[in-house]
T-cell receptor, first 117, second 115 residues
């Protein structure tokens, strides 16, 4: 079974600053995907960024980037130029890839990020 | 991206009654949908995997007779909470993915309150 660990229950960052959220995971799989989801107060789950395990290059989406260390099973999220709208719960998630096309997400417990004006 | 619509967004029901929550994939077909439960300030807990045309697969500890799942078409899965009790009050979220896509899209969630 896969496990996902987010060791920072809460974090805060000043507006325009940079913050890094940590995530580690445990799996015996070699082919998988990793995600960061954002859940704002509306509780709608929003995909922030995804990383395929077979890709060595770290994924980047505008102000969001990841540091993917496969050997260490670490997948941290860096948010640059933090904005007030980034205030939300952030969940790290692991998806096991199945050749049959099915998938299953395992979530970490989340990190509550507050961006301070 | 693909759109998953969940309805209703909020529902209040009396203890002992049943409530149905719908999850629709609006612009793609989904052979598999997932139902999660989220308690306040906690993570999403997978309840069951909904498979089109076959029985759902429930996670350990989830009562399949209480949480009835039906996936009768490639765009609709329903979760029925039967004989609801106050402890069933929670936030329920569904997700789905286009068959060949590995990204999960989530519904807006349903806040269920049992009084």
């Amino acid at each position: 079974a896969q496990t996902v660990t987010q060791s920072q229950p809460e974090m805060s960052v000043q507006e325009a600053e940079t913050v890094t959220l940590s995530c580690t995971y445990d799996t015996s799989e070699s082919n998988y995907y990793l995600f960061w989801y954002k859940q704002p107060p509306s509780r709608q789950m929003i995909l922030v960024i995804r990383q395929e395990a077979y890709k060595q290059q770290n994924a980047t989406e505008n102000r969001f980037s990841v540091n993917f260390q496969k050997a260490a099973k670490s997948f941290s999220l860096k948010i640059s130029d933090s904005q007030l709208g980034d205030t939300a719960m952030y969940f790290c998630a692991f998806m096991r890839h199945s050749g049959a096309g099915s998938y299953q997400l395992t979530f970490g417990k989340g990190t509550k990020l507050s961006v301070i004006p | 991206g693909a759109v998953v619509s969940q309805h209703p967004s909020r529902v209040i029901c009396k203890s002992g009654t049943s409530v149905k929550i719908e999850c629709r994939s609006l612009d793609f077909q989904a052979t598999t949908m997932f139902w999660y439960r989220q308690f306040p300030k906690q993570s999403l807990m997978l309840m069951a995997t909904s498979n089109e045309g076959s029985k759902a697969t429930y996670e350990q500890g989830v009562e399949k007779d209480k949480f009835l799942i039906n996936h009768a078409s490639l765009t609709l899965s329903t979760l029925t909470v039967t004989s609801a009790h106050p402890e069933d009050s929670s936030f329920y979220i569904c997700s789905a993915s286009p068959t060949i896509n590995t990204e999960a899209f989530f519904g807006q969630g349903t806040r269920l309150t049992v009084v």
